[in-house]
């Protein structure tokens, strides 16, 4: 049963269209992440929930929005896309804020074509 | 400006012989250190963990070093195993709740 589960898998997309990757966490955790590699293959945070409330927003084009609708979820919508956004994007659950032992979902690869 | 850093992006040992993977940090808050392991198609996941206050810490066949005025720490694995092969990621944070800042990884090797 996977603990943190992240949909689609993949996705190619064209430009310009609006997108969403939902991500899921089975373990009980009160903090929610989302990162992104990109081709330099730095992962690096974008968004942080703890309990539903956003907690770290890092400079991310504002056309990233993430939304948690209940600390098991967290997803990420992203509106009209660029090339630049290709990436694989990771989520990402921990029991507490501060816990560093994550547990990520095995990624969104995203194509921007 | 990348924070953490990891110079090899590769790294091939021999079955049986020690792997070491290194991380440079530049930012000297860091008070809390870890490594991940990443395959492919899969997130990564947590491998050892070290604080500041610490210089060295060992779980099983893998150590992890703590240089903090050199800001440096490094993994290594003894004996290295073909199922190590994976993709290693260095990873630092400084106050409680704060970000985990990674590396851009190392692709371990691990030859029969």
């Known amino acids: 049963d996977t603990a943190v589960s992240q949909t689609p898998k993949y996705l190619v997309t064209q430009m310009g269209n609006d997108k969403s990757i939902k991500c899921e966490q089975n373990l009980g955790h009160d903090t929610m992440y989302w990162y992104k590699q990109d081709s330099k293959k730095f992962l690096k945070i974008m968004f942080s929930y703890n309990n539903k409330e956003l907690i770290i927003n890092e400079t991310v084009p504002n056309r990233f929005s993430p939304k948690s609708p209940d600390k098991a979820h967290l997803n990420l919508h992203i509106n009209s896309l660029e090339l630049g956004d290709s990436a694989v994007y990771f989520c990402?659950?921990?029991?507490?804020?501060?816990?560093?032992?994550?547990?990520f979902g095995s990624g969104t690869r995203l194509t921007v074509v | 400006d990348q924070q953490v850093k990891q110079n090899s992006p590769s790294l091939s040992v021999q079955e049986g012989r020690i792997s070491i993977l290194n991380c440079d940090y530049t930012n000297s808050m860091f008070d809390y250190f870890l490594w991940y392991k990443k395959y492919p198609a899969e997130g990564p996941t947590f491998l050892i963990s070290?604080?500041?206050?610490?210089d060295k810490n060992e779980d099983g066949r893998f150590t992890v070093f703590l240089n903090k005025s050199a800001k440096h720490l490094s993994l290594h694995i003894v004996p290295s195993q073909p199922g190590d092969s994976a993709v290693y990621f260095c990873a630092a944070v400084y106050n409680q709740g704060g970000k985990l800042i990674f590396g851009q990884g190392t692709e371990l090797s691990v030859k029969p």
């Open positions: 070290i604080s500041s206050i610490k």
């Open positions: 990402a659950s921990s029991q507490v804020r501060g816990n560093y032992g994550y547990t």
